[in-house]
């Protein structure tokens, strides 16, 4: 997963995406601001991402390790935590 091919096909990921987002797009969760309340909400989506996949997707910019039985319980257990 580390080969050279994957490396710049990383990096050419990362390019395109800062291309097409700009350079002044920041990719860091801040706080709000202090008195800001969020309006209300009638829809809602939920993106879960697991960061091991079987087949690594060469285009694919996410976080991401090889996959592993082992990682699959306790992945699941923390995402269902953190849901609750």
């Excluded at 050279?4 to 987002?21: D, E, K, N, Y």
Aim: one cysteine or more.
């Amino acid at each position: 997963m580390n080969s050279p091919g994957h490396r710049l096909s990383r990096l050419a990921t990362r390019a395109v995406r800062r291309h097409l987002v700009g350079p002044n797009q920041r990719w860091v969760f801040e706080p709000p601001a202090p008195g800001w309340i969020p309006s209300r909400v009638e829809h809602t989506s939920l993106y879960l991402h697991v960061p091991f996949c079987r087949n690594c997707c060469p285009y694919c910019p996410y976080t991401k390790v090889a996959y592993a039985e082992a990682l699959v319980e306790p992945y699941t257990k923390a995402a269902l935590a953190e849901v609750d």
